[in-house]
């Protein structure tokens, strides 16, 4: 862990950027499209999108769970997804920006600390990650694997040794990529089926129930692997 911290802290300093840019312009990226999401769609579309946007942030709850339940309560499949790629790609510049600094914010430092120090086991656990290197990564953002997202993801590249660049990269085209794949696929689900007023009803319960399946699922899931990396740092 700390040969990481001390390359991500060798890259900082080729930088020329002043630390109140690198925190401030993910920030200010999410602000604009919220601004412009404000602007075009209804109000009662924009208050349901920034729930999901804070469910997405906020674990356990992923893109698999996310974009079924906005596109079922009326958001359009582009805007959902056009959110999510923005989400990731803002969670991966800032961290990419503000490593050491995220590795001091309480709860999340810790943890992620925690799982650096653990990475190895996680690695073993999913060794087609560092034989696909760059296409494993971005497979890793787009597909629905547990403690996958642009956090973890830009963790798991610096560990494999990628740039900043690559890593940013790899989750930008993950994320555009599974966001997009999911929310078209689920809206075009969604409207075959929904011009049937009973089968419409039994996909709302079978969205709803998966939902709330993958959510304590990811649960559980994200519990052990903080566990097994707390076991493996204490070894």
């Given at each position: 862990m700390q040969s990481l911290a001390r390359h991500v802290n060798e890259e900082d300093e080729e930088e020329n950027l002043s630390p109140a840019l690198k925190i401030g312009v993910p920030f200010l990226l999410c602000g604009i499209f919220m601004l412009f999401a404000y602007l075009v769609i209804p109000f009662t579309e924009f208050t349901a999108l920034l729930g999901m946007m804070v469910a997405y942030v906020v674990p356990p709850a992923g893109r698999e769970t996310v974009i079924p339940l906005s596109i079922l309560i009326g958001i359009p499949w582009w805007l959902i997804a056009s959110t999510l790629a923005l989400l990731d790609f803002a969670g991966?510049?800032?961290?990419?920006?503000?490593?050491?600094l995220v590795l001091r914010i309480p709860i999340a430092g810790p943890w992620i600390a925690r799982f650096m120090t653990g990475g190895k086991h996680y690695l073993n656990q999913h060794p087609w990650l560092e034989k696909l290197y760059f296409i494993g990564l971005v497979l890793f953002v787009c597909l629905p694997i547990e403690g996958s997202g642009s956090i973890v993801g830009t963790i798991i590249?610096?560990?494999?040794?990628m740039t900043k660049m690559q890593v940013l990269t790899c989750i930008?085209?993950?994320?555009?990529?599974?966001?997009?794949?999911?929310a078209l696929g689920v809206d075009y689900?969604?409207?075959?089926?929904?011009?049937?007023a009973g089968i419409g009803s039994v996909l709302i319960a079978l969205i709803l129930a998966g939902?709330?399946?993958l959510v304590l699922l990811r649960s559980v899931v994200l519990k052990r692997n903080m566990q097994k990396a707390e076991q493996t740092a204490d070894n």
């Open positions: 991966a510049l800032f961290m990419a920006w503000n490593f050491p590249g610096r560990m494999l040794g930008t085209l993950g994320g555009v990529i599974g966001s997009f794949a999911l689900i969604w409207v075959l089926l929904g011009q049937d939902t709330g399946v």
